[in-house]
């Protein structure tokens, strides 16, 4: 009885860890095309003219901004907003990605001490059998 509904405490227990890996993967995945786009240099299509743009976040002009500075075609194509927003939908699944883990991990750790404790007083209980005297 004990030992089934162990397995599917632990069962469950996996689906959450592995949910939350998941979704850790997916914000991981969302801030490294984040970065990509922010530190690549890159190209726009201008008609037949390919425009040559440098990354928004080594942009090294001192006088200008990054949207002021470079031709307009650059700024729309990697503009801060878009950016920003990339930046903003990969921190929900990494919250919701650790707490899923954690409380994943929280759950098996919990279920091994009370099963090791019930294991414990069932040997004790067996060890007074045997210590009492048989009529």
Do not use: N
């Not at 801030?31 to 190209?43: D, E, I």
């Not at 950016?83 to 883990?101: D, K, Q, R, S, T």
């Amino acid at each position: 009885m004990q030992w089934t509904a162990r397995q599917e405490f632990d069962r469950w227990a996996g689906r959450q860890q592995s949910w939350g890996v998941g979704l850790m993967t997916v914000s991981a995945a969302l801030f490294l095309w984040l970065g990509y786009l922010l530190s690549m240099p890159f190209t726009v299509h201008d008609y037949q003219d390919e425009i040559a743009c440098e990354a928004p976040l080594f942009y090294e002009s001192e006088s200008t901004s990054y949207s002021e500075g470079t031709p307009r075609l650059c700024s729309v194509e990697r503009d801060w907003p878009d950016l920003l927003a990339i930046g903003f939908l990969a921190v929900p699944p990494a919250v919701a990605g650790a707490a899923l883990f954690t409380s994943g991990s929280a759950r098996k750790r919990s279920s091994a001490h009370v099963f090791r404790i019930l294991e414990m007083q069932g040997s004790e209980d067996r060890a007074r059998q045997k210590a009492r005297p048989k009529p």
